[in-house]
């Protein structure tokens, strides 16, 4: 008797910070593979973007998911972002095959103003169905 359809595959998926920021130079990793929390040290004058690398899989291999929505909130130490607290992020490239960039423009030259102090970098993906919330580093502002 022939087969049926087969029946389609479960997909699991997976969402992690990808491997930390080289922190000499501000960009994603010095080495390939190095998973860790960021920590990330800017001047309260500075405004520039703060890049959270992501890594997303499906059945285990590389999903991009940079047409889902994205956004960041800088939480006082142990907070837990509210509703209001998220903030409009964007999606870049990365050089690392599979990561991609969650970014936020940080600082007072029209990006999301922090004053002096410590915080924790969250960073949220709406997709459908799952809404990935990761706390994913600190941002120390000096």
Not at 30 to 42: E, I, P, Y
């Amino acid at each position: 008797m022939p087969a049926g359809p087969k029946a389609p595959e479960a997909q699991y998926l997976s969402w992690t910070p990808g491997p930390a920021p080289c922190a000499r130079h501000h960009h994603p990793p010095c080495l390939a593979g190095d998973l860790a929390v960021a920590a990330l040290t800017k001047s309260h004058l500075d405004t520039s973007y703060v890049q959270v690398p992501v890594q997303a899989l499906v059945n285990g291999e590389a999903y991009n998911p940079t047409t889902d929505v994205v956004e960041m909130a800088f939480m006082a130490a142990w907070g837990i972002p509210a509703d209001r607290d998220w903030n409009p992020a964007s999606w870049t490239d990365s050089t690392v095959p599979g990561i991609y960039l969650a970014q936020c423009l940080v600082g007072p030259s029209g990006g999301v103003v922090l004053a002096v102090g410590t915080y924790d970098v969250w960073v949220q993906i709406i997709d459908n169905p799952e809404v990935p919330v990761m706390n994913t580093g600190t941002l120390a502002i000096i």
